[in-house]
């Protein structure tokens, strides 16, 4: 089992969930996080005065599944969330040890399943 952990644009989100759905994923978890990388951030103005936003808003997606399902949701997380511009965001692959659904005790791929 693995848990994939993508980091992207907030812009990207409805984009994201939709393609997981297409694919039968049927559960994740949605973080609104703030980031620093490669992007450096960005120079605003608010009221006329200008100030540097170093921590960029992005958001955190995780999603449980089987090994074998791993690469088909790298996939399509990685199609849904490339805008091909700087800041597009991060994927990360995890391998779980146990997943326990806490309602009725199942273990493992039973507990990631619909």
Do not use: H, W
Not at 23 to 49: D, F, H, I, M, N
Not at 87 to 98: A, E, L, R, S
């Amino acid at each position: 089992m693995k848990l994939i952990t993508a980091i992207f644009k907030p812009s990207r989100l409805d984009a994201v969930i939709d393609a997981l759905g297409e694919v039968g994923v049927s559960g994740l978890t949605v973080t609104e996080v703030r980031g620093y990388g490669r992007q450096q951030g960005k120079t605003e103005v608010y009221r006329g005065a200008e100030y540097e936003v170093r921590l960029l808003p992005k958001v955190k997606v995780e999603v449980a599944c089987t090994a074998e399902e791993a690469d088909r949701v790298l996939e399509v997380v990685t199609a849904a969330a490339n805008t091909g511009t700087i800041g597009d965001g991060k994927i990360f692959v995890t391998p779980m040890d146990t997943v326990v659904r806490i309602r009725t005790g199942e273990r493992d791929s039973q507990a990631i399943g619909g």
